[in-house]
């Protein structure tokens, strides 16, 4: 008999705690809609920690939803005037005179390095298609930073991606991922991505300051800095195509 | 014969002035036998090693396998026939499985070529015996540069990351249980050899591979659809062309010293028709022709190349069979160029060598002996006769 009061009252606290828990595939939707803007430019800041020392790059985007994002680089001398297109899975990237060519980034090209940093162009694309790809489960609620995160577990639903599983910790408030972590199939940590500030801009919250890095390697990783943003911004649809890189 | 006698004679009185000429000439047969034989070796050696180590009688490459294209190696790659099969358990042929991974020695990112090979392989020199392993592990043997690279030795524990056929992540640690020396860079830098079973099942690519090396003595088997076969004469090429380009660049050093010698028999000759007019007009007068007394000097020329040949050969014989012996040591670090080059070349003169360049030395100093002799043609025989100069 006391087993059963036992269980009625587990019950009675489990419940209403379990009722509150969002599903997983809620918790992405929430993050891709915390996410989504019309149109918007930003200036951003991309520092490589490697070995040989520390790297800056500057550039300004263009973006209209997730799908189109042109990217001027802006800094160093080196990289300065070298573009990148993004249209849906399409990626193209302009090397300025004396080169003067438009390379299509696709296949196994996709796989490397963005400008030697710890992301790779398929790190780039892929953001925006987890929920299609993993089966999100939420397996509790774990502080982060001071911040009370819903803890989400990723398993691939279909062979043909990168990462294997996921682990995000999700702001239960703001709607950030926080902290993720990308495993092998054997389960080893291979990369982890942290937003160490964020900023509050037009009714939501965005990260600042976020660091990738390579977890097999010994470097301090690849820092991405948003330095300014604009939302519902008017970009002509011209910025968005093939034209644009060479001009 | 009259000419050879006399010319003999001549040479023997000119004495140092003849000497000198044949010392250089001599100097110009042993230089280029050397240079020969030290390629002829390397070539000898780069073939036998290569073929041992990589190639053995040839090999059948996946259709989209291209090694100058890390880019194929992803869709290079299919499921083996039964043929296939049925030859590797014969010891026919030998399969291979490549993908590209990365190792990270103390946290250093290094690109590496994954190749999965049969522990029990018979056909090629490399020490697969080392990849037999039970206990769970993934064991690698890797070349003795790959290891200087990556800071790794026997018993080191590396991870190392890589796709499978779907190009999902996956990593894991790997133990390097035996480091070898091998002469063909091509089989040591930047790879790393594990077994084939393990190979497969770590990029999901069950009973595949990416190349196929037959052995020595059988070489081509047959017909492989969606394989193609590479022989000796295309897998050796890169080997060709490199000899090719060294013997090109030992030609020049051919023609600066057979430049020399030559300049010093065709001023020799040029001296001696301007010095011996009155011999050459009493040659006419006691009835030679002038062609005999132009052959005369001719063979007095050419005859430079002959003593030259002997005086080669009394101190050349020893000297190259010395070298022959205790080979020719390359500096150290020489091996990482990337050439197929071993610690020691040891120079291989064959009789064609020894018997072409007698005779190109021969031929050319015959061509510049008579070049300045056919003046003679043209002289008259009363004014030679008495000195006067034409």
Same mark, same amino acid.
């Given at each position: 008999?006391?087993?059963?009061?036992?269980?009625?009252?587990?019950?009675?606290?489990?419940?209403?705690?379990?009722?509150?828990?969002?599903?997983?595939?809620?918790?992405?939707?929430?993050?891709?809609?915390?996410?989504?803007?019309?149109?918007?430019?930003?200036?951003?800041?991309?520092?490589?920690?490697?070995?040989?020392?520390?790297?800056?790059?500057?550039?300004?985007?263009?973006?209209?939803?997730?799908?189109?994002?042109?990217?001027?680089?802006?800094?160093?001398?080196?990289?300065?005037?070298?573009?990148?297109?993004?249209?849906?899975?399409?990626?193209?990237?302009?090397?300025?005179?004396?080169?003067?060519?438009?390379?299509?980034?696709?296949?196994?090209?996709?796989?490397?390095?963005?400008?030697?940093?710890?992301?790779?162009?398929?790190?780039?694309?892929?953001?925006?298609?987890?929920?299609?790809?993993?089966?999100?489960?939420?397996?509790?609620?774990?502080?982060?930073?001071?911040?009370?995160?819903?803890?989400?577990?990723?398993?691939?639903?279909?062979?043909?991606?990168?990462?294997?599983?996921?682990?995000?910790?999700?702001?239960?408030?703001?709607?950030?991922?926080?902290?993720?972590?990308?495993?092998?199939?054997?389960?080893?940590?291979?990369?982890?991505?942290?937003?160490?500030?964020?900023?509050?801009?037009?009714?939501?919250?965005?990260?600042?300051?976020?660091?990738?890095?390579?977890?097999?390697?010994?470097?301090?990783?690849?820092?991405?800095?948003?330095?300014?943003?604009?939302?519902?911004?008017?970009?002509?649809?011209?910025?968005?195509?093939?034209?644009?890189?060479?001009? | 014969?009259?000419?050879?006698?006399?010319?003999?004679?001549?040479?023997?009185?000119?004495?140092?002035?003849?000497?000198?000429?044949?010392?250089?000439?001599?100097?110009?047969?042993?230089?280029?036998?050397?240079?020969?034989?030290?390629?002829?070796?390397?070539?000898?050696?780069?073939?036998?090693?290569?073929?041992? !180590?990589?190639?053995?009688?040839?090999?059948?490459?996946?259709?989209?396998?291209?090694?100058?294209?890390?880019?194929?190696?992803?869709?290079?790659?299919?499921?083996?026939?039964?043929?296939?099969?049925?030859?590797?358990?014969?010891?026919?042929?030998?399969?291979?499985?490549?993908?590209?991974?990365?190792?990270?020695?103390?946290?250093?990112?290094?690109?590496?070529?994954?190749?999965?090979?049969?522990?029990?392989?018979?056909?090629?020199?490399?020490?697969?015996?080392?990849?037999?392993?039970?206990?769970?592990?993934?064991?690698?043997?890797?070349?003795?540069?790959?290891?200087?690279?990556?800071?790794?030795?026997?018993?080191?524990?590396?991870?190392?990351?890589?796709?499978?056929?779907?190009?999902?992540?996956?990593?894991?640690?790997?133990?390097?249980?035996?480091?070898?020396?091998?002469?063909?860079?091509?089989?040591?830098?930047?790879?790393?050899?594990?077994?084939?079973?393990?190979?497969?099942?770590?990029?999901?690519?069950?009973?595949?591979?990416?190349?196929?090396?037959?052995?020595?003595?059988?070489?081509?088997?047959?017909?492989?659809?969606? !394989?193609?076969?590479?022989?000796?004469?295309?897998?050796?090429?890169?080997?060709?062309?490199?000899?090719?380009?060294?013997?090109?660049?030992?030609?020049?050093?051919?023609?600066?010293?057979?430049?020399?010698?030559?300049?010093?028999?065709?001023?020799?000759?040029?001296?001696?028709?301007?010095?011996?007019?009155?011999?050459?007009?009493?040659?006419?007068?006691?009835?030679?022709?002038?062609?005999?007394?132009?052959?005369?000097?001719?063979?007095?020329?050419?005859?430079?190349?002959?003593?030259?040949?002997?005086?080669?050969?009394?101190?050349?014989?020893?000297?190259?069979?010395?070298?022959?012996?205790?080979? !020719?040591?390359?500096?150290?670090?020489?091996?990482?160029?990337?050439?197929?080059?071993?610690?020691?070349?040891?120079?291989?003169?064959?009789?064609?060598?020894?018997?072409?360049?007698?005779?190109?030395?021969?031929?050319?100093?015959?061509?510049?002996?008579?070049?300045?002799?056919?003046?003679?043609?043209?002289?008259?025989?009363?004014?030679?006769?008495?000195?006067?100069?034409?």
């Amino acid at each position: 008999m006391k087993y059963i009061i036992l269980a009625v009252l587990m019950l009675g606290i489990f419940i209403p705690v379990n009722a509150q828990i969002p599903s997983g595939d809620d918790i992405l939707k929430r993050i891709d809609q915390n996410q989504v803007f019309d149109k918007a430019i930003s200036t951003s800041t991309m520092i490589i920690h490697s070995r040989t020392g520390d790297r800056t790059i500057k550039s300004k985007a263009w973006s209209s939803g997730t799908e189109k994002t042109f990217v001027e680089y802006l800094a160093p001398a080196r990289e300065k005037g070298k573009k990148m297109l993004k249209l849906g899975k399409n990626l193209w990237i302009y090397t300025p005179e004396p080169s003067d060519r438009i390379i299509t980034i696709s296949g196994h090209l996709l796989k490397q390095s963005v400008m030697g940093s710890d992301m790779s162009y398929e790190d780039m694309m892929e953001s925006d298609e987890l929920r299609s790809k993993y089966d999100a489960k939420v397996i509790g609620k774990e502080m982060y930073k001071d911040r009370e995160c819903w803890v989400l577990d990723l398993t691939a639903t279909i062979d043909d991606v990168a990462y294997f599983s996921r682990k995000i910790w999700v702001d239960a408030e703001r709607w950030l991922p926080l902290k993720e972590e990308r495993f092998a199939k054997s389960g080893m940590l291979l990369k982890r991505t942290e937003i160490l500030d964020v900023f509050y801009q037009d009714d939501r919250w965005l990260p600042k300051r976020i660091i990738f890095k390579d977890m097999l390697s010994r470097g301090d990783g690849t820092e991405y800095i948003i330095d300014s943003i604009e939302f519902n911004v008017q970009i002509p649809e011209y910025q968005f195509t093939k034209a644009a890189l060479r001009k | 014969m009259l000419a050879i006698k006399l010319a003999y004679r001549n040479l023997m009185g000119a004495r140092l002035r003849t000497w000198l000429n044949v010392f250089v000439l001599s100097l110009a047969f042993v230089v280029i036998i050397w240079f020969k034989g030290v390629l002829n070796g390397w070539n000898q050696q780069a073939r036998h090693d290569t073929i041992s !180590w990589q190639i053995g009688g040839g090999q059948y490459w996946h259709e989209n396998y291209d090694p100058y294209d890390p880019f194929t190696v992803e869709d290079s790659h299919a499921p083996l026939t039964d043929e296939m099969t049925a030859a590797i358990k014969q010891g026919k042929m030998t399969p291979t499985l490549i993908s590209q991974a990365s190792i990270y020695p103390q946290g250093r990112i290094q690109s590496v070529s994954l190749r999965g090979v049969d522990p029990d392989q018979q056909i090629l020199e490399l020490p697969t015996e080392y990849l037999k392993s039970d206990d769970g592990e993934i064991p690698a043997i890797i070349g003795s540069r790959t290891a200087k690279n990556s800071k790794l030795n026997i018993g080191d524990y590396v991870t190392v990351r890589w796709r499978d056929v779907n190009g999902t992540f996956d990593a894991n640690e790997v133990k390097i249980v035996h480091i070898f020396k091998t002469d063909v860079p091509t089989t040591d830098l930047g790879i790393l050899w594990i077994p084939i079973d393990k190979h497969q099942s770590m990029v999901q690519m069950p009973n595949q591979a990416t190349t196929l090396t037959t052995s020595h003595e059988i070489g081509y088997i047959g017909e492989f659809p969606g !394989w193609v076969f590479k022989d000796h004469y295309f897998l050796l090429s890169e080997i060709r062309e490199m000899i090719k380009a060294k013997s090109i660049g030992g030609y020049i050093y051919f023609i600066i010293l057979m430049s020399l010698a030559m300049l010093a028999i065709f001023d020799t000759q040029v001296l001696s028709i301007f010095r011996r007019q009155k011999e050459i007009g009493t040659h006419i007068a006691l009835g030679m022709t002038q062609k005999q007394v132009v052959a005369l000097f001719t063979v007095e020329g050419a005859m430079h190349s002959i003593l030259a040949a002997f005086l080669a050969m009394i101190y050349g014989i020893p000297l190259l069979a010395l070298q022959a012996k205790v080979g !020719w040591s390359m500096p150290a670090g020489t091996d990482d160029f990337g050439l197929t080059l071993s610690d020691t070349i040891y120079p291989s003169y064959s009789i064609g060598l020894v018997v072409g360049t007698t005779l190109i030395v021969l031929i050319t100093t015959t061509i510049v002996s008579y070049l300045p002799a056919r003046r003679i043609s043209k002289m008259e025989p009363t004014d030679a006769i008495r000195g006067k100069i034409q």
